[in-house]
């Protein structure tokens, strides 16, 4: 069974990257309080963005690691 995916993106070096609707909810907003879940909300686009088009990948050997710099209200 196919888990309910919110999005899929594919990074510069062609990584394809899921975020699920289970890990938005209980990981990204669910972890968090009210206000706190709300401005994630809000900030999913610019995380997109950055994973899409980072300035720079750092590979930390478990894991990548995407840089970017981004203007927040």
């Known amino acids: 069974m196919d888990e309910d995916i919110r999005w899929s993106i ?7 990257i899921v975020l699920k609707t ?3 909810n209980e990981h990204i907003i669910g972890d968090h309080g009210n206000k ?4 994630r909300k809000m900030l999913e686009p610019s995380a997109q963005l950055v994973l899409a088009s980072p300035s720079a990948i750092i590979n930390d050997g478990s894991r990548k690691i995407y840089y970017d710099l981004i203007a927040l209200e």
């Open 22 to 24: 289970s890990t938005f």
């Open 10 to 16: 594919t990074d510069p070096l062609g990584n394809k």
């Open 36 to 39: 706190d879940g709300e401005y």
